[in-house]
């Protein structure tokens, strides 16, 4: 094994495909695979991970920005690509420069868009979008919605591909608001394609695409569960996930604690009896939150050492007891496995009081990603 690194987020493109294809498995007939790969790929890499997920089946890659969009075309990824956000007028104008899809739900959007993609020299494709209870992007107005599809069906210079909405609660299993959601949707989609019916619909997040195979339609969009995160907070083992990213640094420094001296900023832990202190060189200037002062486990030797004392920008420090089993220089995994122990995302999520999406996205540019293809 390679000399240990500073803070290392290791991602396993071999599992990104394999919960690619898992997905797919799981798909209502004629359904298909939108990987979305928005924020630099939820921290895993956007382009990498945009890659491996074609390969596992993936026919389709969204993002939230129009710059995530131009990214991915760059480095030659010629797949649909859907930006799901509110655009700028520059944005619009990237977005076209990058021939991805865009997102509307208002007539004077949608004429200004017509203008600009008669500009770009080439029709721009549209998906229309009814907030159905999200309460965020789209309109509430099936009508509005309606009218919205039939001006750009009736544009030449746009094209009507798409009718979508999005989950508030797919996560939250037994939930009511969902059902409601679908319902809505269901409605909408039924009317509007029978006037229009080359439009696709789809409304699925990873939640809901393990959830209900009746809001599969014709494409399903999946973030986290391409990343082997559970979209439930759960082992991703259970809905047959793999974990793509591990996240690792090395025991820098050892020193022995006698009772009363205390570790890091703010002296929140002192040793109650003699102990060896290990300083791990990673921080939440690498993106490993200071909510996790006190209350995370980090792997050395395949065991679990409780971090102590508070997590500061460059540094941690964890409790090694007084075995005297761990090196200068062992490798610590922050996330991921280490001989039979494993700390999930989920586990660093809960004990940080958020969700597993933002545990990785929160990861900064000071973390070396290295991408381990199959
Ligand atoms: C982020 C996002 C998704 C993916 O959600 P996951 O829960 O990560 O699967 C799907 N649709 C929209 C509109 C999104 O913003």
Known sequence: ????????????????????????????????????????????????????????????????????????????????????????????????????????????????????????????????????????????????????????????????????THFATADELGDEHFALQLERFHAWVDETRAAHPGAIAHAANSAATFRDRGAHFDLVRCGIAIYGLDPFQRDPSERGLEPALSLESYVAAIKRFEPGQSAGYGRTWSASEPTDVGVVPIGYGDGFRRALSGDADVLVRGRRRPLRGTVSMDNLTIDLGSGGDVEEGDRAVLIGAQGGERILCEEVARRSETINYEVTCALTARVRRAHVEP
């Not at 298909?32 to 630099?40: F, I, P, S």
């Open 1 to 164: 094994m390679s000399a240990p690194e500073r803070a290392l987020a290791r991602v396993d493109l071999g599992a990104v495909e394999r919960n690619c294809a898992h997905l797919r498995s799981l798909l209502a007939e004629g359904a298909e695979l939108c990987a979305v790969v928005k924020a630099n790929g939820y921290g895993h890499g956007d382009v990498w991970c945009a890659r491996a997920a074609l390969r596992g089946g993936a026919t389709w890659l969204a993002v939230a920005t129009a710059a995530e969009a131009l990214e991915l075309r760059r480095h030659g990824i010629a797949a649909r690509i859907l930006v799901q956000g509110a655009l700028t007028h520059a944005e619009e104008r990237m977005a076209l420069e990058a021939g991805a899809d865009v997102v509307a739900w208002r007539e004077g959007f949608v004429r200004g868009l017509a203008e600009r993609a008669a500009a770009n020299g080439a029709p721009a494709r549209v998906h229309v979008k009814l907030d159905t209870g999200m309460g965020r992007l789209g309109t509430t107005d099936p009508a509005e919605a309606r009218a919205v599809a039939d001006l750009i069906a009736a544009d030449a210079r746009l094209e009507l591909a798409g009718l979508m």
